[in-house]
């Protein structure tokens, strides 16, 4: 049951006037007879059914609101019945199942429990001894009246109520894009600091490892060949200037600004060549594809988005256990295309869902953390969203939504 209201001790004000006049000036009939009770326990009822409406059930459904307004309808015709029918100094009681309607239904709702009230007014014509008094074509006008004023009033405030939903809608949208916006843009600001040290960095290190690894080679053909531990030892830093040389491309490739080939592509044939190559790489693995044949080819770089899918799935792959199955799905929206690659492995830490996408963040022993962030940077220069759900111990989904759109005519093919 809901909490007493403030209006609720208004009614009690209202009713027990009602009731206390009833007492000390109670309905006398034509032959001297007394209502009594007949007066007073409907005004009791009626009291008490006004109060309890607003709160049994505690969430009001049609059918409550349609059983409280025939109560009401109901305990109004008792005390008219009792208290001078047609000429009752009470008829204004049937404006409250009126009103109650007016507020909970319709236009057509509230005629019609207005044209009830009316009727039943008019019924008591049918008594034998009744007559015919004019001012009953002014109580049913004012039932009218007041039913439609209120219904006026209840649809008022109801077309006031959507528009303030809608508004706070549109607001809470409005800031989540500019919390995603001001995100995408301390991203991209650190994504730039980064860059451009990565790239700094890599050409730095590019000239005294190129030295390292002609020294290592020059050192490897000079030395004796009795001389198996200098020769080792001069294999060791060749094979290591190359990983690390390996390292600093990558780093180049995440610092260097994207050029994109837009040219129409079919999205199947790319992540088919991508799965091939994972499947080339990890042994084995189970890879399922569920594409959507409705999609026809769009402009987006085959290359880069092919280097997306290789690092999204062989991810997936890796993450799950030995014989567990990765899928691939597309699905075509309005104007977009959402790819997904889901998996059923170890899944991601809630803290860390909002770091993988981070350059430099891993967490593979071995890993550096620009899989992911290159995958990002390719996404979003395509003008798209990439986006991860992941729960630990039960797998994670990546989605990547691209732009559907078609090359403009202004720009030559190939062009970005």
Known sequence: MKVVRPSDFVWLAIFATLVATALQYPYTYADGAIAGPFEWVPLIALGVAQILETKIPAEPSRASRIFWIA????????????????????????????????????????LAFT????????????????????????????????GNLVNILAQDLLEQSERHRRAAEQLAEANERIQQAEQAARRSDRLAALGQLSAGLAHELRNPLGTIKA?????????????EVVREMAGFIGSEVDRTNSLVTRFLQFARPLKLRRDKADLSQTLDRAIAQVEREAKGAAIYKNYE?????????????????????????????????????????????EIAVIDRGVGIEPAQRDSIFNPFFTTKPEGVGLGLAIVSKIVDEHGGKITVESEPGKG?????????IAVSSSAPAGSE
Not at 396 to 404: A, E, K, T, Y
Request: hydrophobic share 55%; charged share 10%.
């Open 71 to 110: 109560v009401k309808a109901v305990l109004s015709v008792i005390l008219l019945a009792y208290t001078g029918t047609v000429v009752s100094l009470y008829w204004p009681v049937l404006l409250l199942p009126v009103v109650s309607a007016a507020t909970a239904f319709g236009t057509a709702g509230t």
């Open 115 to 146: 044209a009830l009230a009316s009727a039943a007014i008019l019924a008591f014509l049918l008594h034998p001894h009744a007559e015919f008094s004019p001012e009953l074509r002014f109580h049913v006008a004012y039932l009218v009246m007041f």
């Open 396 to 404: 994670s989904i990546f989605h990547v939504v691209l732009p559907n």
């Open 215 to 227: 020294s290592a080679e020059l050192l490897q053909r000079n030395v004796s060949s009795e001389n």
């Open 293 to 337: 044949p409705e999609i026809a080819p769009f402009p987006f770089d085959a290359e880069l988005m092919e280097r997306v899918f290789y690092n999204l799935i062989l991810n997936a792959v890796q993450a799950s256990p030995p014989g567990g199955a990765v899928s691939v799905k597309t699905r075509a929206g309005a104007d977009c295309v």
